[in-house]
DNA sequence: TTGAAAGCGCTAACAC
DNA sequence: GTGTTAGCGCTTTCAA
């Protein structure tokens, strides 16, 4: 690798006249600074960053911090910041944890030995005591899910507002019993969502009798499989089901199309997220939108706003998106039980 | 931040016992190392790997430079390299070119400047010579698209052979026009997907006349809506179309979703990829699956043994992962024109 | 078993 | 306008 001291033996200078060329500085006279970037472009002369780190320079790296990148929602984080943080010269280190706080500890342990500028994390359902540790050294922001021990500084979404307004659709159209098929309450985004869904059940003046709750691991298509069978075999199988996650959803309407479920005859379904097929997928999957893509916009500028200026501001921030509501075929009034319509279809 | 000087003046120790303590140095004894390792993580010491390089270490981060990871293809290598180079203790820097040289040059720039121990590339079209030049200087593979000027170290699938099968199901079946929807032939992967595409249609003793061919950006969904729409409107619309990119693919069958076409009875569709969606779309999406996973795997695990071993073996490398055809209910003979079946449907 | 010192490549304070 | 020098945190001789 070519050093700013190999330009300055080839140049006969000293390497502080070669480091002050590269660097534009105002005392070398312009024919210096001339031969010095011919020689070091001829040469292939690139900058070593560890060098400059030393020197107390920032690393322009940042951590992205998320349990899967196959899951669209993250994919479409990655890129978003992916683009804002190229735009200011930033680089992104991608670390998967796959939802488990051990991976997630060794991700942050790295991290903080590469020294990187920033984290943005999606934290695990509980954080390891020392990955607190660990990002309380670094400027981190947390993204959908909020762990009140890693700081205060948080952009998401209404977890708790989108499965209201799910289930409500569900109420209002007279569906006596209900399923959800969620993530885990130990999730902050799992436990705002099912508070959600009981918001809208006790809001329609039904008892909590009338949920059939299935939580378990929200990045799992498997999961969704199983649960929805689960539900729709269960002596009281509900008429409607509302899902809490894009990885649960795909699951659920694979099975449900497996299964050759009639929807919305027989049952109704509203997704969360909105991903390609959903629009496609047998009469159209009303669903929860959610604008993800805002978000992690808002998120990475607000870091690098924060990285690139005085950190005077370090103070609480959290910034709730909210989602809406598409509406599209998968959801009706329940069929009238035990008095077949004469009529077939509609 | 706490260096080993720190925890040297702590324990009256030198800094290069710390050194060696944390190292785990034969020389020093179990109860030194004891104290040192003890203080170290009272004091929340990180090692500061920049410091280490500058000594010479690698840096073990890889580069992956990619076109966009929304697109499912790139997110699941992402995946698969993410997982197989944690365990190993690297880690990867995300670098999304968007298809444009100049970008891909800037981050190339960039992973220089981090000093990267290898990059892992799907190279634009047309690479910048500078990209050429920087790439030499870093152990690197080529994925999915082959550059020849980046080298000969390349993990792919079998384009050619892809198209070939998509397209000779169709001319089986009979079909007397066939359109491409696929990405621009300066992409090593658009060029071989034609090509597969034309050898088919000659294998079926069809004309060159006998393909309608619309290419266009092949990370661009819109551009997929679009091609279809300008296919089915022409004065010859094909009976069957194949799909050359999974974004293109997903345009499409939103397109013939939305404008209500009947497939397989109006047009036969063979899709390129195969994702979640995919099986419920329509009658399902006949396509052309790919072991996406098996060659991220292999080509992550190839350049980890590049990088951890001595570089005796930089021979030219390819390893090329065929595709096989997933048939489902998109495809079937093409209707009779003008002499209507008396029967209605099957 | 431990310490002192040099040096990786760069930048910045201090000469001239 | 340019050179000299010190030092960032670490590893690695060379001494003791």
Redesign the interface.
Known sequence: ?ITTRDIAERLQLSVSTVGRALADDDRISEQTKFRVRQAAAEM?Y??????R??RGAS???VG?VIP???N?FY??I??EL??NM?AQ?F??????T?DDRM?EL??L???????VAGVIIVPTARPHSESV??LK?VPHVQLLRKHSSLGSQWFGVNDFDALRQATAHLVEQGHPRIGYVGGPAELPTGAERLKGFRSALSGGNLSSEAGCIELGPPSS?EHGRQAVRRLLAGPSAPTAIALGSVQLT?GV??EL?RLDVKVPSELSVVGFGD????????PGLTTIGLPIQEMATGCGLWLMRRLTTKPDDDSAYASVSPGSLILRGSTAPPAQPRRPSRRKGS
Chains 1, 2 share one sequence.
């Open positions: 690798m292939g690139v900058a070593n960053r560890a060098a780190m030393m690393s322009d790296v992205l899967d990148i196959r669209s994919s479409t990655a890129h992916s683009k190229e010269g680089q992104l280190i991608l670390s998967e796959d991976v060794r991700h342990r790295e991290l903080s030995a590469s020294r540790k660990l050294a298509v795909l309407l694979e199309s991903e390609p097929g959903f629009s496609w997928w047998g």
